[in-house]
């Protein structure tokens, strides 16, 4: 299977920067689409933003003109710039990942994997 495991969050005051981090590992054949969501206990998770294999990008309305999504294909790895953070974004951010992989029998398998979570608490 693939994992995947973020890095970077934490205690920023308001408009202050924090950039994320996210590598997959395992026996990766192909990533295609990475993203980045948040969630609220309680609510459901939202998209923040999304990027394929060629670059292209989506971002939440709310996030758009603060936030940089990019990817590093060679080391299977999405990062999420947050520039001017406010006291909303504050949430656990989860990073998604499809594409496909070997399972131990050098077959071919889809996937489609979340991290673990990495809480990022913007102070006013």
């Known amino acids: 299977q693939v994992q995947l495991v973020e890095s970077g969050g934490g205690l920023v005051q308001a408009g202050g920067s924090l950039r994320l981090s996210c590598a997959a590992s395992g026996n990766i054949v192909y990533i295609n689409a990475l993203g980045w969501y948040r969630q609220t206990p309680g609510k459901q998770r939202e998209l923040v933003a999304t990027i394929t294999r060629g670059g292209s990008t989506n971002y939440a309305d709310s996030v758009k003109g603060r936030f940089t999504i990019s990817r590093d294909n060679a080391k299977n790895t999405v990062y999420l710039q947050m520039n001017s953070l406010k006291p909303d974004d504050t949430d656990v951010y989860y990073c998604?990942?499809?594409?496909?992989?070997?399972?131990?029998?050098?077959?071919?398998?889809?996937?489609?994997?979340w991290g673990q979570g990495t809480q990022v608490t913007v102070s006013s």
């Open positions: 998604n990942a499809d594409g496909y992989y070997r399972d131990d029998l050098l077959r071919v398998n889809s996937f489609d994997s």
